[in-house]
């Protein structure tokens, strides 16, 4: 395990704009990832964090850059 966690989100909408600045500001924490079915969602996010962006969930948990997963979907 290493000290920073590398944080994969899943689901882009109106929650994740609360949730990831202020995890984004932690200091053991890096946002790598997002799998969101909308194309624009991710694009902002790839702006953003420059992260790697998913069409799925699947995709996401697949990723070799992701240590967990934070749900941020129905």
């Known amino acids: 395990m290493t000290d920073v966690i590398r944080l994969g989100i899943a689901g882009l ?4 704009t609360q949730i990831l600045p ?3 500001k932690l200091p053991f924490i890096k946002i790598t990832a997002a799998a969101d079915t909308r194309a624009d969602a991710l694009a902002k ?30």
């Open 45 to 74: 996010f790839r702006q953003a964090y420059d992260g790697e962006g998913y069409p799925s969930v699947e995709g996401l948990c697949r990723s070799a850059n992701v240590d967990a997963v934070y749900i941020a979907t129905p």
């Open 22 to 24: 202020p995890l984004a």
């Open 13 to 16: 909408g109106v929650a994740s």
